[in-house]
């Protein structure tokens, strides 16, 4: 039989597989006197035996033929079994043939089989290193994958557009710079400096091991850029945390030409979620509906996080309503939505809707229903879905289940049966599951656990002043003074500052900052004015200062004048000068916003008629006629557990430069 005939008998055959057709032809006789099978799947045994076929297929079979059945296997079975006819016929020394079937093993992650058949090649091209170096990379096993590219380095044969780019991201993922850098020069040295994919990839490593400066440089640097290097270098700015050049580079992108496609959309509506700036979430959205782009499941998703970090859970549930399709991501990104703006009975809602639309699901929406329940104070609920809907469907929990529960029980007061939880749980506590532990233990006063969590919690992060601030804080609350003292000593010794507090409200299309005790704004006399009148109308509404927030070992008075300044009263006040009556006012806070500010702000949304929302390191609060979104249950924890709805994602083309390079191809 000739190879046409067998392509045609395969294409035509009912059962449409390499067994079928081999089965066919007869050539199991062969396979069973083979016996490189030990790198093959040993199907012989399984095969039944056949009177002699009339025609066995030739060992000078056309390449085209192996190629065109290995594209079509279903099943790394079936790639085994192209894989021994090929062997039988001789054509493993093709080259390719054999660069067809590493890339078929690789496409089905089998890299074991594949790294066997690249081992025995005596003839290798720039095509085979490619492959093997790929495929490691898409398994995400950058080990092997940085050590067949120092192969092929050593081997003599030239870098190219494709292997460069997947070395590199080995490097990114494993914040290699040392080893980036040598590849770099590497580059330069092939003469591949000038080539888009290769420089974007660069870019790419520079900036996610934190070299952003180096980044830009080669960014700007670059003769020609595509969408893809715009695309690399925006995802570069938003995921260093500075949204705000995200969007500049953006601007700058349309003004040279350049048009965004779905991907860079995607990456611009992740930078707005970051920035919280509903003037830039709005403009971006109108631009994602003027260009006409669909709203699928990757660009829907975004846009609900967008919203909800921006503050507006109603838009973002608009979006979701809007939807043409949900997927389990889609849904556990409202949820969470739900949860971290406090409205945790709207999150639960949501679960038995999902499961009507007869989507299943995940670890991810446990951690996001668990977070609303944390959020809301909803101890009974999360309780069940963490002992009993979670079991239901399959859900084994992992630290960040873990993490929630210990912070709704802590939240709760149940810190004892918190800390047996942690004692009796099945994988290792990380600073996350101990740092809500120890928010819990401030909210309720439990000294000894909390110095407990603060050891487990300098043990794994010694340098984190956070962990120091929040000790310093439970011992202020307890006037122990002296040991106040002592871990003030610790962080001076150590060279750890507390991170300073910020409140930044926008208006008129610029950000304005505050700080405690600022005096620096322009308008610092007409704000202090409004914060005097705050005051005596708060006054007369009831308002009392707890000074139990000023963790100081100062009298009284001072203390309340402290209280009046902090930079959650300033934006407020700011944002009651520069705006209209009646317009909802927005502010952002770096920290978690202050526990005497919240009783505040709900006194200052009912005497000026005004809603208020904040938005702090923890989650969002809704300030409307002296009320809160979060029913006074939300001062818990340092480290509050939720959903980060920016990173809630496992999307293409975001943040991953090779999955980026290969949409464009």
């Given amino acids: 039989m000739c190879p046409l005939t067998l392509f045609t008998a395969f294409l035509c055959s009912a059962a449409a597989s390499p067994v079928h057709i081999f089965r066919t032809v007869g050539g199991w006789r062969y396979l069973r006197s083979m016996r490189f099978l030990s790198t093959c799947v040993a199907v012989s045994d399984s095969f039944p035996d056949t009177h002699d076929p009339p025609h066995l297929l030739p060992p000078s079979a056309d390449q085209q033929v192996f190629i065109s059945l290995l594209i079509s296997c279903k099943s790394v079975a079936q790639v085994r079994q192209v894989h021994a006819q090929v062997a039988v016929t001789g054509m493993t020394q093709n080259a390719a043939v054999a660069n067809k079937l590493l890339y078929t093993y690789s496409q089905f992650k089998f890299l074991a089989d594949a790294r066997v058949l ?122 260093s945390g ?73 838009v973002a549930r608009k979006m979701f309503d809007e939807m043409p399709q949900r997927n389990v ?43 609303a329940c944390s959020h809301a104070g909803l101890v009974d609920e999360g309780h069940r879905f963490f002992h009993c809907v979670m079991p239901e469907y399959g859900v084994e929990p992992d630290l960040k289940h873990y993490t929630c529960m210990v912070d709704l029980l802590g939240r ?64 202020a609350k307890g006037g122990r003074w002296g040991d106040v003292a002592k871990v003030r000593e610790m962080m001076t010794s150590k060279s750890l500052k507390k991170t300073p507090g910020w409140t930044w409200i926008e208006v008129d299309n610029k950000t304005h900052y505050f700080s405690i005790g600022d005096n620096t704004h322009p308008q610092s006399k007409e704000i202090y004015e409004m914060l005097h009148v705050l005051a005596k109308k708060m006054k007369i509404a009831g308002y009392v200062p707890d000074t139990n927030f000023v963790l100081h070992d100062v009298d009284e008075e001072l203390k309340v004048g402290i209280l009046y300044t902090h930079s959650e009263r300033l934006a407020i006040s700011f944002g009651l000068i520069s705006t209209p009556p009646g317009t909802t006012i927005r502010i952002m806070k770096n920290l978690r916003v202050c526990g005497d500010c919240h009783t505040a702000t709900k006194f200052i949304s009912k005497i000026t008629e005004r809603e208020i929302i904040v938005r702090d390191a923890n989650r969002f609060h809704h300030f409307k006629d002296g009320s809160c979104s979060c029913g006074d249950y939300w001062s818990a924890g340092f480290w509050l557990v939720s959903i980060d709805l920016v990173n809630i994602f496992n999307m293409p083309g975001t943040s991953d430069l090779v999955n980026v390079m290969e949409m464009t191809f």
């Fill in 118 to 239: 690249f081992d025995r090649m005596e003839q290798r091209d720039c095509v085979s290193w490619s492959v093997m170096i790929g495929g490691y990379a898409k398994i995400g096993d950058y080990w092997n994958c940085l050590l067949v590219f120092r192969e092929l380095v050593r081997s003599g044969f030239r870098l190219d557009n494709y292997s460069a780019p997947f070395a590199l991201r080995a490097c990114r993922d494993l914040i290699g710079v040392k080893v980036g850098r040598e590849i770099h020069t590497l580059i330069l040295k092939f003469g591949l400096r000038s080539d888009l994919f290769v420089t974007a990839a660069l870019v790419d490593m520079y900036a996610k091991c934190g070299v952003l400066e180096e980044a830009r440089q080669l960014f700007d640097k670059m003769s020609k850029r595509d969408l893809v290097s715009w695309t690399v270098m925006i995802a570069a700015y938003g995921d």
């Fill in 242 to 314: 500075l949204p705000s050049e995200s969007l500049a580079l953006f601007d700058r992108m349309q003004k040279e030409g350049v048009v965004p496609d779905k991907v860079t959309m995607v990456t611009v509506v992740f930078a707005c979620a970051k920035l919280g700036a509903m003037r830039e979430a709005v403009a971006v959205h109108e631009y994602i509906t003027r260009r006409g782009f669909s709203l699928d499941v990757i660009l829907g998703t975004a846009l609900i996080g967008m919203y909800a970090k921006c503050g507006s859970i109603d």
């Fill in 329 to 371: 991501i889609s849904w556990s990104a409202m949820i969470s939505a739900y949860g971290v703006h406090g409205y945790g009975r709207k999150a639960l809602d949501l679960f038995p809707l999902m499961i009507d639309s007869g989507v299943r699901p995940n670890r991810i929406t446990f951690v996001s229903i668990l977070s």
């Fill in 412 to 475: 709760a007061g149940r810190l004892d049966e918190a800390y047996n939880l942690i004692n009796g749980m099945k994988v290792t506590a990380d600073e996350g599951l101990w740092g809500a532990m120890l928010g819990a233990c401030r909210i309720h006063g439990n000294v000894d656990l909390a110095e407990e969590a603060a050891n487990q919690l300098l043990e794994l992060q010694p340098r984190n002043p956070g962990y120091y601030v929040l000790l310093s804080n439970i011992y």
